[in-house]
Structures are given as C-alpha cells and as structure tokens.
C-alpha cells in the first residue's frame, strides 16, 4: 500500500491542524495505522495508532488529551487531528500501515519496526 500524508503547516501555539493520510494501491481498512514524527535532531518518535478494526486507539503520553487518530474506510485514510498544538510539537510527521498479518483487528503498534509501509512525511512547525 502506497500512502500519502498531508495538511501540515506552520501554526501558532494553540492553533490546530489536521493530517491525512491517503492511501492506494490496495484498501487500507484491513491494517493497523499510526502516526509517528520526528523532530530536528531528534529519532522518531510514536504519537498515536489505530487498530484495524478501529475500536483500539492509543497515543504518547505527549499528545494524549490532544490528538485524535481516527479513520475513515470509506475514503482509504486515516486522519490526526491535532489541537493545542505547542511548540514542541513541532517535526515532521509520518503516516504508517502495518498489513494484516495473522495480528488480532483489535491489536496496536507502536514501534516504527512494527510498520512495514510509510508516507513520506508532511512538516509541521508550530510557533510560539
């Protein structure tokens, strides 16, 4: 699966952007998906994942209370919402999918080794 990330931009701290995270080649809704970023200087680094079956959410300690991974089958993507962003929030930000494999629809990921299929990265740089 071929993915495609967008909608980073520069913000203001407070301010909210929204990811997306298109993907093609084959339908994305039979795989786990996260979001992962990385800052300047900095390895990279989990922020938030969803099962394949999209009942399980998770997300770094970080973030939590203000990103929301969601997907949308119907429209092949998976999407980070990002409120209250704060400086520190700023890096690059990639989506991934982990192909089904025997993993139960309810599992999780949040290693990067767990994916096997990436975005290219969409920049997100949040001023103060």
């Known amino acids: 699966v071929q993915l495609q990330a967008s909608g980073g931009g520069s913000v203001q701290a407070g301010g909210s952007l929204r990811l997306s995270c298109a993907a093609s080649g084959r339908t994305l809704s039979g795989c786990a998906a996260g979001w992962f970023r990385q800052g300047p200087g900095k390895e990279r680094e989990f922020v938030a994942a969803i099962s394949r079956g999209g009942s399980i959410l998770r997300y770094a300690d970080s973030v939590k209370g203000r990103f929301t991974i969601s997907r949308d089958n119907a429209k092949n993507s998976v999407f980070l919402q990002m409120n209250s962003l704060k400086p520190e929030d700023t890096a690059v930000y990639y989506c991934?999918?982990?192909?089904?494999?025997?993993?139960?629809?309810?599992?999780?990921?949040?290693?990067?080794?767990?994916?096997?299929?990436w975005g290219q990265g969409t920049l997100v740089t949040v001023s103060s």
């Open positions: 991934a999918a982990r192909a089904p494999g025997n993993s139960s629809p309810s599992t999780v990921w949040e290693r990067p080794a767990d994916y096997g299929n």
